[in-house]
């Protein structure tokens, strides 16, 4: 079992910025990809940033340029800088955990992000 611990979200005016955090606990395999999902009222889940163990990140079209993922130095904990924000991202921003030697998978509670216009 691997336990999420996302903190950080709330309300900011356009433009602004924010800084989500989650750590992860438990049973945590060193091939991993830690990532940032978000979820809109009426939407579907939109995967959104990705860390993968190695090194690698990946990002959706949408916040690239805009945002940024990363992790401490054991690994534990992902963060996803959100810089310029837009009154469209707002939504329920879950973190993501998912074990990449086994299809085992993990999430967050949510912390939810308003971006006021």
């Known amino acids: 079992q691997v336990q999420l611990m996302e903190s950080g979200g709330g309300l900011v005016q356009a433009g602004g910025s924010l800084t989500l955090s989650c750590e992860a606990s438990g049973s945590i395999f060193s091939r991993n990809a830690m990532g940032w999902y978000r979820q809109a009222p009426g939407k579907e889940r939109e995967r959104i940033a990705t860390?993968?163990?190695?090194?690698?990140?990946t990002y959706a079209d949408s916040v690239k340029g805009r945002f940024t993922i990363s992790r401490d130095n054991a690994g534990y904990t992902v963060y996803l800088q959100m810089n310029n924000l837009k009154p469209e991202d707002t939504a329920v921003y879950y973190c993501?955990?998912?074990?990449?030697?086994?299809?085992?998978?993990?999430w967050g509670q949510g912390t939810q992000v308003t971006v006021s216009s």
């Open positions: 993501n955990y998912r074990n990449l030697s086994a299809p085992v998978s993990y």
């Open positions: 860390s993968f163990s190695g090194g690698v990140t």
